[in-house]
């Protein structure tokens, strides 16, 4: 990147040029220009060098327990979250950042249990070519004698964890000012300290904090940081965290959101941003960085048929992605009695084992029992007349006709269960 300046009448405009490399036959240049008016131009350009370059995340909440998921998939999913310790450490070094810095929500709550504590800290130890800057959030806040006074004493020499709002100077150009959080709801700005906040002369100062910029709900503000925070504390940069999205909020201020994605309904999660100071005068550059192991995505379709359905699966959940997918499925409309049948089969028997994990919902998929699929049942006999009494129940809009259908579904599978057996 460089730097240059030309006078133009009364302003000096500063221009800034950066040239990537995307592959062997792909660049990427970026160009941009500000003015600043006449003074001091060589201590302005003087702030655009390139200083320490640092890596941003949050909210990791390791020993997640996924209530709703399988034994199986919960499983699966609390590793992923460890394992993102290392895909994050890999990331940071191969972006040149020796630094990273953790927003807040490092674990779920201020019990994770022995193995999630000690796999936490033997993966950042063994990546000690890293800086890991570690910030209590309110899911684990830093309470006297718990998590954090033994993270504190038992973290090794490359995890530095920020238990108090005090300036921390890990690099000769990077001032770090942590805003911790003591307990899980806090009616003051944790950040307010920033804006007075002493710093050695020409060190970069970087906020690291975990709350809202928004107020949400009528219970008053909770951890509300003020979302011009950075402009008013002389911030280069606010690190912050607890939105589980990447969220610009201004450009000298962002959410990283989760590494690793834990819900359905949010928007940019999975990333990471590897940040580039550029001095006082300048925002710093900044780059979004894909991390996750899982993709969680949500579908809802209207389907009339089976057919239909699988068109919908093929462009939503490709084959080669499968098992990295946990998916929630809504499916509604109008279908016959074998259809249904034949669709639940093809989720639960087999698109439920191809995925990491599916959930479904089909409450509202509904299946109307045509003449065919009573003769399937039985063309004559008891059985026919049991089939007839329940299709007619069903039809009725009351709980009496979902147990009816409910029934009539069930005493078709298993007529036809029967009959394979039988072949």
């Known amino acids: 990147m460089r730097g240059f300046h ?21 660049s990427e240049v970026t160009f941009s220009h500000r003015y600043l008016g006449n003074e001091d131009v060589l201590g302005q350009l003087g702030g655009l060098q390139t200083l320490t370059r640092f890596l941003h995340t949050s909210d990791w909440q390791l020993g997640k327990p996924f209530g709703r998921a399988t034994a199986e998939t919960r499983a699966a999913l609390q590793d992923a979250r460890l394992d993102m310790i290392n895909t994050i450490a890999a990331t940071a070094r191969s972006s040149g950042a020796g630094l990273v810095l ?3 929500d490092v674990f779920d709550s201020s019990e994770p249990g022995d193995r999630v504590f000690r796999q936490a800290l033997s993966r950042m130890k063994a990546s000690d070519d890293v800086k890991w800057v570690l910030l209590p959030g ?21 995890v530095v964890a920020c238990v108090e709002p005090q300036v921390v100077n890990l690099e000769d150009d990077l001032a770090i000012l942590p805003a911790p959080l ?30 809202s910029v928004v107020e949400f709900g009528s219970d008053g503000p909770n951890n509300l940081i003020a979302s011009d925070r950075a402009a008013r504390a002389g911030l280069q940069y606010l690190a912050l965290g ?29 990333r990471v941003l590897i940040i580039e100071p550029r001095g006082a005068n300048s925002p710093p550059a900044l780059r979004e960085v894909v991390v996750e192991k899982y993709s969680w995505r949500e ?6 048929s089976p057919e239909q359905l699988e068109r919908h699966i093929g462009e939503a959940f490709p084959p080669d992605q499968r098992p990295r997918i946990v998916a929630r499925m809504t499916l509604s409309g109008s279908v016959t009695l074998a259809d249904r049948v ?82």
């Open 299 to 304: 579908a809802e379709w209207q389907i009339s």
């Open 242 to 270: 607890d939105w589980h999205g990447c969220k610009e909020v201004n450009s000298r201020t962002y959410y990283s959101g989760t590494p690793e994605p834990d819900d359905f309904g949010r928007d940019a999660t999975g």
């Open 6 to 26: 030309s006078d133009i009448h009364r302003f000096t405009y500063v221009f800034e040029v950066e040239h990537k490399n995307l592959d062997s036959d792909r």
């Open 102 to 104: 953790v927003a807040g």
């Open 342 to 423: 034949a669709i639940l089969s093809r989720l639960d028997d087999e698109l439920a084992h191809e995925l990491r994990w599916l959930d479904t919902r089909i409450e509202h998929l509904h299946g109307r029992a045509t003449d065919d699929d009573l003769s399937n049942i039985d063309s004559q006999g008891v059985l026919r007349t049991a089939a007839e009494r329940l299709r007619s129940m069903a039809a009725e809009p009351s709980k009496a006709g979902l147990i009816a259908q409910t029934a009539l579904e069930r005493l078709y599978v298993e007529i036809q269960r029967a009959q394979r057996a039988e072949s």
């Open 138 to 158: 309110n899911h684990d806040p830093a309470r006297a004698d718990g998590l954090w006074s033994r993270l504190r004493s038992e973290a090794p020499v490359n």
């Open 182 to 211: 003591q307990f899980k709801r806090t009616s003051e700005d944790p950040t307010a300290w920033f804006d007075g906040a002493v710093t050695e002369p020409g060190a970069a100062r970087i906020g690291l904090a975990h709350g």
